[in-house]
């Protein structure tokens, strides 16, 4: 039997992100391709392995052609935001396997643009084939499937809208020492519930931006990782789940999928929830943040309202910062935002953060973090332990 070797995220990186009018999500792609492999130092030839997904009639292969690489091991899994989490499991299997040497996950949109050029409308539809079809003649948008297992949140657990409005002030505060965040002015609660109604309860502020940007992720074998220039951040364990694709076959709308693929996350890495430094969490709505550290383990089930009421989410004086770089809510949001994740993740366990790095107790550099994407509508979930090298 061969020996499995370990993983590490060697190279991170971002694109041009926000407002972003004179590129196409082609060119996003590519800077933060280049970017991520210039982070690392390792030379492009090593790229054995590629993943995409978004973008192309052959997503990965028009990306892969656009971006010169010829790949032997792709990866085209699309579930939604979720997306990166699970090709970052898959890519450090087949890392680990011996199947790749090196494998880069690159994601590029320009869907704010798309939607200023009118080359889009600013409602997302997933179409009206197989099982949305017993849904779409409702109206049910996106946002509303979101909105209803918020509601049922609330009434089963007592829930806030205040502690929930709470999510996107701590998210802001977070992005306010961020100099890449889109939005970076601190609000308050009574802010975010006077805006302007969305789908009951999420008014505006509840609801994540929508920005131009790609981000890129280098994984690679460790024995490549004395070659590379920054510090290597290992995968230390994943898990990936699907839950359902239509709302009547979701069993409890206030549990996510991230409650199996974050259990088997952690049993993989071998920690805990509560030796986590930080958590990056995937935040269109103020509600799946809220949900998923209660399904990761952070807190009791009902218990998330009460927990992220006291600050605790804040990168200064947060006894568990989630979404250091501010979030879909606050910092960026092209999409399916899964990979921002990873890359804020690798940041801070290399002590990248600058004004936002997390600290310990003790003040030293995090050792433990948790990314954990959601797709669809809470249909899937991705979930990946890091630690530091």
């Known amino acids: 039997m061969v020996a499995r070797r370990k993983v590490a995220v060697v190279g991170v990186a971002l694109s041009d992100c926000g407002r972003v009018d004179d590129a196409t999500p082609y060119a996003l792609h590519a800077q933060a391709a280049r970017r991520a492999l210039a982070d690392a130092g390792l030379d492009r030839s090593l790229v054995d392995g590629f993943a995409s997904a978004g973008l192309g009639t052959l997503a990965p292969v028009e990306v892969a052609e656009y971006l010169g690489l010829r790949p032997t091991w792709v990866d085209s899994t699309s579930v939604g935001g979720s997306t ?106 009574d802010e975010v519930l006077a805006g302007p109604m969305i789908a009951d309860p999420f008014t505006k502020l509840h609801c994540c931006v929508r920005s131009d940007g790609g981000a890129a992720v280098l994984l690679a074998a460790e024995e490549y990782v004395p070659d590379c220039r920054t510090s290597p951040v290992w995968v230390l364990g994943t898990g990936e789940y699907v839950s359902h694709a239509a709302m009547s076959e979701w069993p409890d709308f206030t549990v996510s999928p991230a409650a199996v693929s974050g259990r088997l996350a952690f049993e993989r890495a071998g920690v805990r929830p509560s030796e986590i430094d930080f958590a990056e969490i995937y935040d269109a709505f103020t509600y799946m943040t809220l949900v998923t550290l209660e399904d990761l383990g952070f807190c009791g089930k009902g218990e998330g309202g009460a927990f992220v009421e006291k600050g605790r989410l804040r990168v200064e004086g947060g006894e568990l910062p989630v979404n250091t770089d501010g979030g879909g809510l606050s910092a960026q949001h092209p999409g399916m935002r899964g990979l921002f994740l990873l890359v804020e993740a690798v940041r801070q366990l290399r002590g990248d953060g600058g004004e936002r790095q997390v600290r310990r107790g003790d003040g030293s550099l995090p050792r433990l973090a948790v990314a954990s994407g959601t797709g669809g509508w809470f249909c899937s979930s991705g979930t990946v332990v890091l630690g530091a090298g």
């Open 84 to 189: 990166w989490e699970v090709m970052a499991a898959h890519a450090a299997d087949a890392i680990a396997a011996g199947h790749a040497r090196a494998v880069l996950l690159v994601y590029g949109s320009t869907a704010r643009a798309d939607v200023k050029a009118r080359r889009r409308t600013g409602t997302l539809s997933f179409g009206t084939r197989g099982p949305l079809q017993f849904e779409v003649p409702y109206g049910h948008t996106l946002i509303a499937k979101y909105a209803m297992a918020a509601r049922r949140h609330m009434i089963e657990y007592g829930t806030t809208i205040e502690q929930l409005a709470e999510v996107a002030v701590q998210a802001r505060a977070n992005a306010a020492l961020n100099p890449e965040a889109m939005f970076r002015t601190p609000i308050t609660v």
